[in-house]
């Protein structure tokens, strides 16, 4: 009887189970390799399954849904793996309103494995797909890109900005590693100058299409060739963030250096991201304006490039001048800079209106012998930038953080940083790269993250219940309960001791009802954890010991 009650409990209060177990309209079976709508019945708002499997590839063409009934495709019954010599390990060609998720198996968190392409990228977006959503893909050991999402010009002009737009491109919750160029290519890079071709025996430029509403989140890119996300030609309703990208361009190639670039012809917000270790700059401001880029933390970028040349300059932030629009603004918030080879943010944009640059704190920088100018490089008329509120400090314990020796960079009681910052609700910085309400109190933080006194098992605005982690110590698998009043999703993070985001998840919650709420901890190492459960107006801490 005890096993019936907890299966039933299983089923009622984890729709992530439901979500597993849903029906497959098509099954596309191990020794199948092409996906063709126009071979298939398929209707939107079906379900393809890929099996579990061995691949060569999969290419996935002539498949539509729409806004309202999506196509999903998922794996099916375990993981799906690629390891080929072939020119890309998964690709959508010409297909519009797809989820292609990896979570159709609880024993794994990428349901697709993308482990070698000898010939070319891991992931291709192309052939003119729009509204593509991506999530629970790991992609790695790739000659070139490890996802690709842009259709290039040609001399069908079918994909030229006047006659296609891309739209709705959201990736997330994907793993790339060992990557031989750039981790992500959104974009065509070309959107000012266009791309020069011959059609029919005629010099053409073609300008490469826009893409409208991108969204990178909660990836984790380690071990990079290039740049880490590259996002160009996204001029609309672009977002980058909560991404963790360490060892960027390792392969030191020139213009291809940076943690993330927000290229030319891209207009995106970056926030929350952390980036580690990188040869490149952190990020790279190429873009059209307009944007701000804040609560990001960077540390060490560059530091292990030419180390024994100081002029080999790398940046914490850089801000230059691609394809800028007149009347523009740059705005830089809330960044924690931590020992940049070289500067913690060069200014060189002259185009732009003007740079605003309120409550970063850099620290370390590699040309602090300069003086301050090694903290914020400006390169333009300093009527062209506004400066606030940040902190600079030349060594690292002036900064005041927990245990930077640990790459843990929150703020303890006695920084400086604390309450020096500038009130920035106006410009929606309302909370920290830990997704903390800011301010705490009455006065903003400087830097990424808002100090916070209250310690483990905080609890804001709460109208639920949570226990406490068990079992606690955990192994493999741990457990929380969570009754609440009201009905809601809960998004479930799990962060190291040092702040580092290791894993998320959401469930729904009923009301009034213990949810037991299960965390798989298989892939997460043996540490102190903090299990952050939030939603709308209400987040918990709770301390987990993993062993």
């Not at 002036?398 to 920035?424: C, I, T």
Request: proline share 3%; with cysteine.
């Amino acid at each position: 009887m005890r096993k019936l009650v907890i299966s039933i409990i299983i089923i009622l209060f984890c729709p992530a189970a439901y979500i597993m177990a849903q029906q497959c309209d098509i099954t596309i079976e191990a020794n199948e390799f092409v996906v063709d709508g126009d071979n298939l019945s398929i209707s939107p708002g079906n379900t393809i399954c890929i099996t579990e499997s061995q691949k060569d590839f999969l290419l996935i063409k002539n498949i539509h849904g729409t806004e309202t009934n999506p196509i999903t495709i998922k794996n099916n019954g375990g993981q799906v793996v690629f390891d080929t010599d072939h020119f890309y390990g998964i690709k959508l060609a010409n297909c519009s309103y797809i989820k292609f998720m990896g979570n159709g198996s609880e024993e794994f968190t990428y349901g697709f494995k993308i482990k070698r392409v000898g010939q070319g990228a891991g992931f291709s977006i192309d052939e003119l797909s729009t509204n593509v959503e991506v999530s629970n893909v790991e992609i790695s050991n790739t000659l070139i890109a490890g996802l690709y999402a842009k259709t290039d010009p040609d001399c069908s002009f079918t994909s030229s900005r006047d006659n296609f737009t891309m739209y709705s491109l959201h990736i997330h919750d994907c793993y790339l590693h060992d990557i031989g160029d750039e981790g992500m290519y959104i974009g065509h890079s070309k959107y000012g100058p266009g791309v020069h071709l011959e059609c029919d025996g005629n010099d053409t430029i073609i300008f490469p299409h826009v893409i409208k509403d991108v969204k990178i989140y909660n990836n984790v890119l380690e071990h990079l060739g290039w740049d880490g996300i590259q996002v160009s030609s996204a001029d609309e309703d672009c977002s980058i963030y909560d991404n963790i990208i360490r060892y960027d361009s390792e392969k030191e190639t020139t213009y291809q250096m940076s943690g993330i670039l927000i290229g030319g012809g891209s207009k995106c917000d970056c926030y929350n991201n952390q980036i580690i270790d990188g040869k490149g700059d952190g990020i790279d401001v190429l873009g059209l304006g307009n944007f701000k880029v804040f609560n990001n933390l960077i540390v060490r970028a560059g530091k292990n490039f030419e180390p024994g040349d100081p002029n080999a300059s790398k940046h914490g932030i850089y801000v230059g001048d691609v394809f800028t629009l007149p009347n523009s603004e740059y705005k830089l918030y809330n960044n924690t800079i931590v020992s940049p080879k070289s500067y913690g943010i060069t200014y060189n944009n002259d185009v732009a209106q003007k740079g605003i640059l309120y409550n970063n704190l850099i620290v370390d920088p590699g040309q602090k012998s300069q003086g301050e100018v090694a903290f914020i490089n400006n390169q333009v008329s300093a009527s062209k930038l506004v400066v606030g509120n940040n902190l600079n400090a030349y060594e690292i314990d002036e900064a005041g953080f927990e245990n930077a020796s640990s790459d843990n960079y929150q703020l303890s009681e006695q920084s400086a940083a604390v309450d020096l910052g500038k009130n920035l609700s106006s410009e929606g910085i309302t909370f920290d790269i830990l997704n903390n309400s800011r301010p705490y109190n009455t006065f903003f933080d400087i830097g990424a993250y808002e100090f916070r006194p209250i310690g483990i098992g905080e609890e804001f605005g709460s109208k639920i219940i949570v226990s406490d982690v068990f079992p606690n110590p955990s192994q493999n698998t741990a457990w929380v309960s969570v009754f609440p009043t009201n009905a809601d999703i809960y998004s479930f993070v799990l962060f190291s001791m040092e702040g580092k985001r290791l894993m998320s998840f959401s469930r729904f919650c009923y009301a009034n009802t213990d949810n037991k709420i299960k965390i798989n901890l298989e892939t997460i190492k043996s540490q102190a954890c903090i299990l952050q459960i939030k939603t709308t107006n209400t987040t918990i801490n709770r301390k987990i010991i993993i062993e």
